[in-house]
């Protein structure tokens, strides 16, 4: 199973308690990692938690498999750090609170502000793996800035994804570089 969100379509993520407002991008002023849209979010207050949830749309998982979590940021801003919040939840429709996986930290590239909006300003969140706690059947994203934002900062996320790396039956599948042995 995987879930993805580039925003092409009107977004279904929710503003976070960070953030005062989080809605589909203007598709010719403002950057997206691939199309014309992303997820525009203004930094509001200086609490903890998420800039953009996607709270209006669960995800499905299966407790105890591994999923990958990755998405694109943009802003304009040096020295942004931010993360995932993953909350899990039981139940047919994910509203029993199960419990919370916070990722990894990844430090965002300054971006500039003059179009054409050049992908190589747009971080790629490392993928995390996560895997769901006994009970989960639903995920709900929290994007959250964990520093370098201040009330007012703008920024933008892109293709949001969330699915499980299928390996095929008796296979073994590792990363490799390549192997450059010398001729001599």
Do not use: C, H
């Amino acid at each position: 199973m995987a879930d993805g969100s580039d925003f092409e379509a009107a977004s279904t993520w929710s503003v976070g308690n960070q953030a005062s407002a989080a809605v589909q991008s203007n598709g010719t002023t403002d950057p997206a990692s691939s199309g014309a849209f992303s997820l525009k979010v203004t930094k509001n207050a200086n609490t903890p938690g998420a800039l953009a949830v996607n709270g209006n749309t669960d995800i499905p998982v299966v407790a105890s498999i591994p999923y990958v979590v990755t998405f694109q940021f943009y802003t304009l801003k040096a020295s942004v750090t931010y993360n995932v919040n993953i909350d899990w939840y039981a139940g047919g429709t994910g509203t029993t609170y199960v419990s919370s996986t916070v990722t990894g930290t990844a430090t965002a590239v300054q971006g500039v502000n003059t179009p054409p909006y050049d992908n190589r300003f747009w971080s790629a969140y490392p993928a995390q793996t996560v895997t769901p706690p006994a009970t989960t059947t639903f995920a709900r994203l929290n994007v959250q800035m964990v520093s370098g934002l201040t009330t007012g900062d703008i920024v933008f996320i892109d293709n949001v994804f969330v699915g499980r790396l299928l390996v095929p039956a008796g296979r073994l599948v590792m990363p490799q570089a390549v192997n450059r042995a010398s001729t001599r």
